[in-house]
């Protein structure tokens, strides 16, 4: 039996429910299984290139499918799989606004909860406080996404994502229930997010609220992104970014040292 939802009305976004026929896929991210309650994505990153990695031509940030059957997938599939770790959201916010009405994640948790099987999320919102009572029922950690203090950045390349100063409550308030958490600082855009008093401040931030596991890493001119960003960029910063991404400009190896000292450079 399916679940009944009322269908939430999200400004610019097509919505549509739709059933999955499968939950739990294999993963070599740092987990034995990913899980995406959704497809698509309303945060609006305009840097995202999961659209690349699914092979998604519709307009990312305008449409989402939700998997209205997804938690008794999860369920099914989980009497039948090894034990292991989850990692959900690996192409979509499991958090994202639509959440706060399908629920769609903290059904999907109690399944995981209740099969034994451990869980790592990775999210850019606050709403993941929500689920705190099933997070410390199991192995968990929580990794906010973070790409500068700035609300302005926020704004200009992540229209629709939480505010920073949610990401930063919820890191607390998941530190002082028990809850590990680590941060991934990124991407990093030159010129834009990259600076070294900007980096050191968000450390700084990072670090009073007892945050120890810091990833770093800068922006992948995935297919479609440049015609996202580019706009975006004063004309001498589309000069920079032309020879960085598309000469023979060792930015990222110039930078390197820097990013080791606020976190671990993943690339």
């Excluded at 050191?200 to 810091?214: A, D, F, M, P, Y």
Aim: aromatic letters at 10%.
């Amino acid at each position: 039996m399916e679940l009944e939802f009322g269908k939430p009305e999200i400004a610019g976004l097509d919505i549509k429910e739709i059933s999955c026929k499968k939950a739990l896929s294999d993963s070599a991210l740092e987990a034995d299984y990913s899980l995406n309650p959704y497809r698509g994505c309303s945060h609006g990153c305009l840097y995202c290139y999961a659209p690349f990695v699914i092979k998604e031509e519709r307009p990312w940030g305008e449409f989402l499918d939700v998997k209205r059957n997804i938690p008794k997938k999860v369920s099914e599939e989980a009497d039948g799989k090894d034990k292991g770790m989850v990692r959900i959201g690996s192409v979509t916010d499991p958090y994202q606004e639509a959440e706060r009405e399908y629920k769609l994640t903290r059904r999907c948790l109690k399944q995981l909860s209740d099969h034994g099987f451990s869980v790592l999320i990775q999210t850019k919102s606050g709403m993941v406080k929500r689920d705190i009572d099933l997070l410390r029922e199991m192995e968990s950690d929580v990794g906010f996404t973070i790409t500068s203090l700035d609300d302005d950045f926020r704004k200009r390349f992540e229209p629709d994502a939480p505010p920073v100063v949610d990401r930063l409550s919820a890191i607390k308030e998941l530190k002082e229930e028990g809850i590990d958490v680590w941060v991934f600082v990124g991407p990093l855009l030159p010129f834009e997010n990259d600076g070294g008093e900007e980096l050191n401040r968000l450390k700084e931030t990072l670090t009073s609220l007892e945050v120890q596991e810091i990833y770093v890493d800068k922006l992948n001119m995935r297919n479609g992104v440049w015609s996202k960003i580019q706009h975006l960029l004063e004309a001498g910063q589309r000069e920079r970014y032309e020879e960085i991404y598309f000469g023979d400009d060792d930015y990222f190896e110039r930078k390197k040292p820097l990013y080791k000292k606020i976190g671990k450079p993943v690339f």
